[in-house]
Each structure stands twice: as C-alpha cells, then as structure tokens.
C-alpha cells in the first residue's frame, strides 16, 4: 500500500532525518538538510552500493575525484592541507573518463574492468513538489565500465540484471522498483535503460544504465602516450558502459518503502513503523531497560549499549518514558532490533531480544547479544 507522501515527511521532520534551515537556501524559505539519521540512512546507502559494486567485484576499482592535489604538492612532507583543492565534481565528467585510462595503465588491466565514484556529477533532484526544497544535491553513485565490443550485450544485460537485484535487495516491496523500457541508438548511447520506483506520485527513475560503444574511448586515446596495455586495448577499441543513481533518490524510494502503519498492542491507534532493511537502518538496535527507576538496572544496560557501539554497531539507548512509548520510537527510526532489559537481568544476566518486524521473543545472555547482532548484520548484508 502505498501511502500519502506527507505522512512521510512528517515522520522526516518529526524524527531528525530532516532539519529545516531557519535561512534561505538558493533564495528559497524552508529549505531542509539530512538530520542525524537521514544523514545515517545516506551513508548506509553509499556504503552498501560501495560494497555491492566495489569491494565483493574483481573487476570494479573505487576512485575518489573530490580532492584534487596540485602537481606542485606531491611531496608529502611539504604538503598542507589548504593546497588540496575540494571541488564540485559537477565539473569533473572529464576526468571520470580519464581516470578509466589511468587506472587501466597503472594497474595494468584489460576490458572488462571499470571505475566507481561517489560524487556531485550533476543536479537533477525529484520534482520540488513532492520533495522539501534543498534536499537534494544530485550527488550520484557512478560506474565506468569498460568492455570488449563483442560482449558489450552481453554486459549491458548483466548489468541491468545486477542493479536491478541491487535495488530490490533492500526493499520490502521489490516490485516496487522495476526496468523501465530500453532504447536503442538514442543521441550519444547505443542502448540504454532505467530502473524505476513507483513513488506515491508515480513511477521515476532512480537509476540510468547506457552502452555508450566506443567513440569517448577513442576521442579518450587520441594523442595519449601507450604503453604495453593501451596498445592491446587499441586493437579492439572497447565499449563504454555508465550506471549512475541518485543518493537523495534512492533515499527518498527507500524511506517511501519502508513507511507502514501497524497495529501493535502497546498502542491503541495504528502505529508507524519504518521498515527499512538492517543494511539501512540508521540505529541497528536499541537498549530499553523496563524499570527506569532502577539505577542499576540503568547502569547494565547503558554498558551494554556502550559496548554495542564500541563494537561498531549504530546503538541508541534510551531510558525516558514508559517501555510502550519508547517501543514506538524505535518503530518510527526504523529500529530493527530492540534488547530489553529488567530486574530479573541483574541476577541471571538474561535479556529480552525483540525483532521491529515479528512478534516473537528471544532470551538469551547478555554476553551473547553483540554476537547475535553482529551475526545478523552480516547475514543482511550476503543474502
């Protein structure tokens, strides 16, 4: 089901993964920018999409185009940080080819190998009717992929295929998001596609896929120095291949996802719970001691919170109010795990382990609760 987009931004604004600017933003009144926990969601997004195209590939090498060294400044020792130049990679596409070459030189690689960077590339946010203004910046994650022309088919299909699986991955409605209708020889690509989320407003894309063939790759060459692997390229110029999707887009199709009204039985209305996959989710899992009024209590469970984060794993912990209002919190941050402590904790070391999405129980030792959740982070992230 999907529900009224206002309803989500309400949330947004309600639970810190929006923060309205008191200024102008780009002479606009009520701009926004990512709150803690949207700012969380986005760099879970970033860092998954990283995993998935860079760190488990053989093939896909990440490259970072957001500081710029001068030439001037290479030694180390003389080097200060004021003669980095940090710019808006809007003005980089260039050297987002370039650095395909580069990279095929330096480490000596052959088609089909590619690049993948995070960056501004261009400024193309949803409609300002439907998003709050200034919430999106139009940073992209992107991929060159080179390949041999005999197989650039070949890898246009697996990679719609794997992007596809990509985004489904972390939704709880995969149909949701589907290939949008293909075209062929369009201006400067040979094939081309999108993969789509039906937004409450309507489908829109929130990813671009394109065969480019070979014509940047030999305007790319032309005049270059070759060496040893440049020179085996040439005799077959390869094809170029581009992915790009939106950051603040696949925000905004996952937060719209994950937005669900349930009943619970702490609540007598319907309560709103956010969904989003582990992968995303901003907290992981969240401390709740039953007793607030016992001190020691408080004091096991703030060190098992400690020790949680110590650990890596985004925790929040929270001791005021009643346990049922401090349930629905956690169901609003999208929370998937919950541990629940109470007196009986103290003597036998057993703590309550409550999934956001079932209405089952586990007790288990308080000793074993970061393994448990480091178990099931890991199992999130392979399936």
């Not at 986005?42 to 093939?59: F, L, P």
């Not at 190998?113 to 009717?129: D, R």
């Not at 929370?335 to 089952?360: F, K, M």
Request: one cysteine or more.
């Amino acid at each position: 089901m999907a529900h009224s987009f206002s309803k989500i931004l309400s949330l947004c604004k309600r639970r810190g993964f929006l923060l309205e600017l008191q200024r102008k933003c780009n002479g606009q009144k009520g701009s926004y920018v990512y709150g803690p926990l949207g700012a969380e969601l986005k760099r879970n997004i970033i860092t998954e999409w990283w995993y998935a195209v860079v760190t488990s590939s053989s093939n896909v090498h990440g490259i970072d185009l957001k500081t710029v060294i001068p030439h001037e400044n290479l030694n180390i020792a003389t080097t200060d940080s004021d003669d980095l130049i940090n710019r808006d990679t809007s003005e980089t596409t260039d050297d987002t080819l370039s650095c395909v070459l580069e990279t095929a030189k330096c480490m000596d690689l052959e088609p089909p190998f590619g690049i993948a960077q995070v960056g501004s590339m261009f400024k193309e946010g949803l409609p300002s009717t439907h998003l709050p203004p200034g919430s999106c910046d139009g940073e992209t994650m992107n991929v060159q992929f080179l390949c041999p022309p005999v197989e650039e088919r070949r890898w246009f299909s697996q990679w719609q295929k794997k992007r596809l699986r990509w985004w489904r991955k972390y939704s709880r409605n995969p149909e949701r998001f589907s290939l949008g209708e293909g075209t062929e020889e369009d201006g400067a690509s040979k094939q081309q596609c999108s993969i789509q989320y039906n937004f409450p407003w309507g489908a829109q894309d929130v990813e671009s896929i394109s065969n480019r063939g070979d014509v940047e790759w030999r305007q790319l060459v032309d005049g270059v120095e070759r060496n040893e692997t440049l020179l085996k390229m040439e005799k077959e110029s390869p094809s170029l291949l581009s992915m790009a999707s939106g950051v603040d887009r696949a925000l905004w199709a996952y937060m719209c996802d994950a937005y669900s009204e349930v009943d619970r039985p702490q609540a007598a209305v319907h309560t709103t719970v956010l969904k989003l996959h582990m992968s995303l989710a901003p907290y992981k899992v969240a401390v709740l001691p039953k007793d607030i009024d016992n001190s020691k209590l408080c004091m096991y469970s703030r060190l098992l919170s400690d020790e949680l984060k110590h650990a890596g794993i985004p925790t929040t912990y929270s001791e005021a109010g009643p346990l049922d209002n401090r349930l629905t919190l956690q169901d609003e941050l999208g929370t998937p795990y919950r541990v629940i402590t109470e007196a009986g904790t103290l003597e036998t070391g057993i703590v309550t382990l409550q999934g956001r999405d079932t209405t089952g129980e586990e007790d288990m030792n308080g000793k074993d609760v970061l393994l448990s959740i480091q178990r099931m982070l890991f199992g999130a992230r392979i399936n």
